[in-house]
């Protein structure tokens, strides 16, 4: 089946930079786009960016542009998202997202905290 599985989040100070990650499995993954979102609590589910499946076209929102960076590996069937510069407002729990025949997976999530 469709699995989506974050790591990298964690405690970061701001001014700081991390790196999520994103494994995937169940699909063909050099076929499809990855998205990446963040909510954080009492406010809506915010996409962030994406990467189509070559790999070639990344758009961000407006609030990351500039600071996050995303990459794919089609070879290990991973996704990533680069983020530097964090600052407060981007703490979140942060998801990728695949969609498929329109279906929406998601993945279990992982916190980043930004804080001093």
């Known amino acids: 089946q469709v699995q989506l599985v974050e790591s990298g989040g964690g405690l970061v100070q701001p001014g700081g930079s991390m790196n999520l990650s994103c494994a995937a499995s169940g699909f063909t993954f050099n076929s499809l786009a990855i998205r990446w979102y963040r909510q954080s609590p009492g406010n809506e589910r915010e996409w962030v960016g994406g990467i189509n499946p070559q790999g070639s076209l990344t758009p961000y929102s407006d609030s990351v542009r500039g600071r996050f960076f995303i990459f794919r590996d089609n070879a290990k069937n991973t996704c990533s998202l680069q983020m530097n510069n964090l600052q407060p407002e981007d703490t979140a729990m942060y998801y990728c997202?695949?969609?498929?025949?329109?279906?929406?997976?998601w993945g279990q999530g992982t916190q980043v905290t930004v804080s001093s």
């Open positions: 997202h695949v969609l498929i025949e329109d279906t929406d997976y």
